[in-house]
């Protein structure tokens, strides 16, 4: 081993069960960014300063270069066939899709303070809209941008390992993107049949999908899935999310990469199931105070499973003491030591004070794993 590596050598070694010389402190602040410029409140030091420029500022590692760089290395894009409308209305954005199968509709209320927005309507209402979407699928085609990951690669450098997230599994998707939580729970239990048919639908146009991650160079790929219990039930978990899962799991090993899932909600119900798939991480899993489960009985569940975060976001806010932060920092530290990538669950509020992820940068130099 190296006397100092870099934070992408400790990561791959990280992922490889390998020795480190020291934890990788990876916190996500794109929220936090992107909140203090558009409000002007961007602290006096980092005036002026890029993501990469703050990261090497605080000693720290950047995880995604979407978030951090601009730069997308994955494309999802559709044929002819389909046609998109976009109306932009202010506080709204409106989104018709047009196909010779029928037309889909959804709109996405813009977000503040650094957020991404959400929907407020969404485009999958019916079982004749699903059939639509399935045709939009079949229309549409997912890519790797060869060019936009050597940019990457070149501007993240010794900083980290260029890694992304893509589209989620079929049930997160109707979740998430589709139908929402309440639509897809009742069409699950009244449509049962037209329901899972779409998801299969969804399965078979990720097989391309994974055709294209599988192939491409990304050695690190991210289930970016928002997993929650109170909406992924265990039997939910259990009957749509886990077989696929564990497929694509199996598809990601094969070809020589390794794979963490984002899993940021309330977890309780679901430890139990968590290491079932044969992840190499789990991402964003968020202890007390913000969540559901304390660091013991997260480690309890994931064994020797790589712990990527692990400090709730809200202990870097201005009501908690620096001494909490700390406390709970050592505590990840002497847990999941030498498996974790230690991080914020999970991204750094707008609100909160960025020296505190100065101040843990400190504590994971000087600990030893």
Avoid at 255 to 277: Q, T, V
Wanted: hydrophobic fraction near 35%; glycine fraction near 6%; charged fraction near 30%.
């Amino acid at each position: 081993m190296a006397e100092t590596m870099t934070f992408r050598e400790r990561v791959l070694a990280t992922f490889r069960k390998e020795k480190t010389d020291r934890i990788v402190w990876q916190p996500r602040f794109r929220c936090w960014y992107n909140a203090r410029h558009e409000a002007g409140t961007m602290p006096e030091r980092y005036r002026g300063m890029s993501m990469p420029d703050i990261y090497d500022d605080l000693g720290a590692s950047p995880r995604y270069p979407a978030e951090v760089l601009d730069i997308s290395i994955f494309n999802v894009s559709t044929d002819d066939k389909v046609q998109c409308h976009v109306d932009d209305r202010g506080r709204d954005i409106v989104r018709t899709y047009r196909t010779p199968r029928g037309s889909l509709r959804e709109v996405i209320r813009k977000g503040s303070m650094g957020s991404g927005g959400y929907h407020t309507e969404y485009p999958v209402k019916t079982t004749e809209d699903m059939r639509v979407m399935s045709y939009i699928l079949d229309h549409t085609t997912f890519s790797f941008d060869r060019d936009a990951f050597e940019k990457a690669e070149r501007l993240f450098g010794p900083r980290g390992v260029t890694q992304s997230y893509y589209p989620r599994a079929p049930l997160q998707r109707l979740v998430i993107a589709y139908m929402g939580v309440q639509n897809t729970v009742y069409a699950l239990t009244d449509y049962r049949r037209e329901t899972e048919e779409f998801m299969e639908a969804i399965a078979q146009w990720d097989d391309s999908m994974y055709e294209v991650l599988l192939d491409c160079p990304v050695k690190i790929l991210n289930f970016g899935e928002n997993i929650d219990s109170r909406i992924d039930s265990p039997r939910y978990y259990e009957n749509y999310l886990l077989p696929y899962y564990k497929k694509r799991v199996k598809q990601v090993h094969q070809s020589g990469k390794f794979c963490h899932i984002h899993m940021d909600g309330a977890l309780k119900p679901l430890l139990p199931l968590i290491n079932e798939a044969g992840f190499d991480g789990i991402e964003a899993a968020t202890p007390l105070p913000q969540g559901d489960v304390t660091l013991e009985e997260l480690k309890e569940a994931l064994g020797d499973t790589i712990l990527l975060d692990g400090i709730p976001a809200i202990l870097f806010l201005p009501q908690y003491s620096m001494e909490q932060l700390e406390a709970c920092a050592l505590e990840v530290l002497r847990l999941f030591s030498p498996n974790v990538i230690l991080g914020v669950s999970d991204e750094l509020p707008p609100p909160a004070d960025i020296e505190r992820v100065r101040m843990v940068s400190k504590l994971v130099e000087a600990y030893e794993p």
